[in-house]
């Protein structure tokens, strides 16, 4: 994700902040203002919405370490305005290993809240009057931003079991559905919820707050991507990478130039290409890296070709296919047989076009 501010690494995943989250920042400090408040009293905003970003740290972290002992790596986690994102490479396919993983996040948040109720006076909150209570929390004292900080972790744990995707509760709603039905239907209806979800959030940031309208829009879209993903992995359940191998490919040598390549993308439909050496594998050439260096004719193969890229191999399931372009974020894959010999790729495109193909022919059959 561009724009981003790296923090450091915690049990080798990667912290970073996006930019955007600069901007929820001075909106708070805004609101301040608007409603009178003194610079103290935006400091103490911010402290408080610091440390709730840093039980979000804590809530993926929750997801990710639990993950990891079911060997599903995390490579980072990115704080967002509207929460953080922890990137696993992939969510387990088990349901049982799903629930738990799902439910490691709010049980995070469970034990800060119960850490910050034992701490916080809360009886000399609870028990006022709503005139007392009001000008209690108005007070910029630090018992008041432990108080703050505990009803926001409530929330948290209320909000993120929401039985809709892409919450956690979506989550642990398809882990439940898949105990008795296939993962593919299980995600529909979760999905199918998160969408409904986001309407109501839509409309109502449409009256109300138009901070809920960016939620709404990313539950929307996160949910029907996820939908996506699990049916195209389920049509392709029980086929292999052969069955969509690209067979037909033009392979190209280090010591090219740009303009090699420029006559064969001109000459058919090939975008990306594998590199070879003496029979070996050494690299990949993407489109994107080809378009970046357009200018340069002469340019070698070798200095822009991408170095650190994975294979697979044609017996391997094409479901492993969409775990790896999630995991290394490549489209375009070299394939070999059992001998480590390059006989074809597979793309994204291609995959597309295999599951256009099976879809169509079930849909007749």
């Not at 119960?114 to 000399?124: A, G």
């Not at 070709?305 to 775990?323: P, V």
């Not at 994204?348 to 193909?357: I, K, Q, T």
Request: net charge neutral; hydrophobic share 55%.
């Amino acid at each position: 994700m561009k724009g981003v501010l790296k923090l450091g690494k915690i049990a080798g995943i990667r912290l970073e902040v996006h930019w955007t989250f600069t901007l929820l920042l001075i909106w708070i400090v805004f609101l301040d203002i608007q409603r009178g408040g003194t610079t103290y009293s935006a400091l103490m905003n911010i402290v408080l919405i610091l440390l709730l970003f840093f039980c979000v740290i804590l809530h993926e972290l929750g997801h990710a370490l639990t993950a990891k002992r079911f060997n599903i790596n995390t490579k980072k986690i990115t704080l967002l305005p509207i929460g953080g994102v922890a990137s696993l490479e992939k969510m387990p396919e088990k349901p049982g290993q799903e629930l738990i993983v799902a439910l490691a996040g709010p049980a995070v948040n469970v034990i800060i809240a119960i850490l910050l109720f034992l701490i916080v006076p809360m009886k000399s909150y609870f028990g006022l009057d709503a005139d007392s209570l009001g000008q209690l929390l108005e007070a910029p004292r630090l018992e008041t931003l432990l108080f703050y900080l505990f009803i926001a972790n409530v929330m948290l744990v209320v909000f993120n079991l929401i039985p809709a995707f892409p919450m956690d509760g979506g989550r642990v709603l398809r882990a439940l559905l898949a105990f008795t039905m296939d993962r593919a239907r299980a995600t529909e209806i979760a999905a199918g919820l998160g969408q409904a979800l986001a309407v109501i959030f839509f409309m109502l940031g449409l009256f109300f707050n138009p901070f809920l309208i960016l939620i709404a829009l990313f539950i929307f879209l996160a949910a029907y991507s996820e939908n996506q993903m699990v049916k195209q992995k389920s049509l392709v359940e029980g086929h292999f990478v052969r069955e969509a191998l690209l067979t037909n490919i033009t392979v190209l040598h280090p010591d090219h130039s740009l303009e090699d390549v420029f006559a064969i993308i001109l000459s058919g439909t090939e975008k990306d290409f594998v590199v070879t050496e003496n029979e070996d594998i050494v690299g990949v050439l993407n489109h994107k890296e080809i378009i970046k260096n357009a200018k340069n004719g002469s340019i070698k193969v070798r200095s822009i070709m991408n170095t650190k890229f994975s294979c697979m191999n044609a017996t391997d399931e094409l479901k492993e296919f969409f775990h790896l372009i999630n995991k290394e974020k490549q489209r375009f894959f070299p394939v070999t047989d059992n001998t480590n010999k390059l006989i074809g790729a597979i793309d994204a495109y291609n995959v597309s076009e295999f599951l256009m193909l099976k879809t169509n022919f079930i849909a007749k059959t």
